[in-house]
């Protein structure tokens, strides 16, 4: 790997922050303690920044060298938080919040990026236009990412690039696929109206638990008929409840589910579709049926040049040879599709393996990576932001 000097001596410091940010893990949108530290860091390197929400931070550095055409802009983003998940890991930096664990990997993205900001602090000569840092809470739960857009930070940015690490591959692999990489998410519930009555007597009465079992029936044509086989579409029930007693009518269900795209439109139109087959089953049998929706994620969407520029930038430090450029999109989300959604740009995955000990999956008590990867991960947001800001 091609590691520049300059990122290489910040390796000490990079693995400090990510053992310290693995030590104090903090869950979506209490972020307390890493949002202090992060903001620590930005002041004491005289880097400006604004809160965003409550832990969120946007950070702003503005280049000196002069560019061949007009000036442009770029986000460079980091998820901070961490999931609700009791370490199983003998390591001497384990997790000091029982029951809290960075077992995705956030740790390691705010090291990186936090890299990222010290070189570019220290050579502003080496870029033009601005790069700024968004260090992002609740990716967890889908709530951070439209807080920047929501506050504006998008409006006028002309790329976004971030990355993910991946225990799945080794060390010195790099995956950069065009198009849809991750599905969207929906999480929605469906209540359900009805009216008590004696079973003996069930037309005196609407059985919301036979509506409720209709709706969670019928939805699952969506995605066996109504959708394209060679298209992502799942629509998946994880919790039905309804009803009291065995003898009595039910007068009231509860379904909750999720709804998971790789299309923006296909969303958009399946969204309206469960509503309407909700309200449609409820009418049938003479109840009623609110719908409510939790916007979780978008549909992670590479654009194809800043896919190219991220195939290159990443092969000219890890040899063209380790740039994973086709696989199968994962039906998991990250709201890092809402900044793609505003802003062309691409996401990648970083290979964070070298040993069983760092093999286990994302979300597993026993989640580690090789810290190696570290510098890697910093040397591509700041090639990436580089050859983006300086080559138009």
Known sequence: MKISTEVEALREIITNYRRDFHQHPEASLKEYRTADRIRGVLTELEIPYVHVGETGTFATLRGEKESDGPAKSIILRADIDALE?????????????????????HDAHTSALLGAVHYFKAHPETFSGTIHFAFQQAEEIGAGAKQFVQAGLTEGVDQVFGMHVDPTFPVGQVQVVPGPNNASCDIFTIEVHGKSSHVARPNEGVDALVIGANIVTK??????????????????????????????????????????????????????????IAKDEASFLGGEANFTNYDAANVVINEPNATKRAQRVAGDIVGTTNIITQTEPSMGADDFADFLAEIPGCYIRVGVQSSEDTSFGLHHEQFNLDESALTLMTQLHVNFAKDFLTNN
């Open 85 to 105: 998940i009791l370490e199983k890991t003998d390591h001497d930096y384990v997790s000091k919040h029982e029951g809290l664990m960075h077992a995705c990997g």
């Open 219 to 276: 939805l699952q044509q969506i995605a066996s008929r109504l959708t394209d086989p060679l298209q992502g579409v799942v629509v998946g029930i994880g919790k039905f409840e309804a009803g009291t007693r065995y003898n009595i009518v039910a007068n009231h269900a509860k379904i909750e589910g999720t709804l998971r795209t790789l299309s923006r439109e296909n969303r958009v139109k399946f969204l309206k579709l469960i509503e309407q």
